[in-house]
Nanobody, 117 residues
Framework: QVQLVESGGGLVQPGESLRLSCAGSGFTVSDSAMRWYRQAPGKERELAAVLNAAGMTNYADSVKGRFTIARDNAKNTVTLQMNSLKPEDTAVYYC???????????WGQGTQVTVSS
């Protein structure tokens, strides 16, 4: 059974950093396309960062240069390092996984990130 559990959200001030983690079980993170999405109040869900099984990454223009997606194969975890946070980064952040040979995407429950002074 594929499961994803996010952690690391919280309240920070503009300019500070946060690191989100997404722990996977029932599948192998390194053999999957892993994504971080975010959804701000009243807005549609937005793809923030992608890490595919080959190790290639891609970022939304709004986070490029500030966010870094990475994986820890030993822990079967994917992380999102978020630096220079802005109030507009405030959102619920969701981790998703599409394991190789699977036909669907799996989602975590989300973690709240609030950037406010």
């Amino acid at each position: 059974q594929v499961q994803l559990v996010e952690s690391g959200g919280g309240l920070v001030q503009p300019g500070e950093s946060l690191r989100l983690s997404c722990a996977g079980s029932g599948f192998t993170v390194s053999d999957s396309a892993m994504r971080w999405y975010r959804q701000a109040p009243g807005k549609e869900r937005e793809l923030a960062a992608v890490l595919n099984a080959a190790g290639m990454t891609n970022y939304a223009d709004s986070v490029k240069g500030r966010f870094t997606i990475a994986r820890d194969n030993a822990k079967n975890t994917v992380t999102l390092q978020m630096n220079s946070l802005k109030p507009e980064d405030t959102a619920v952040y969701y981790c998703s996984a599409r394991p190789r040979y699977y036909t669907r995407e799996y989602w975590g429950q989300g973690t709240q990130v609030t950037v406010s002074s």
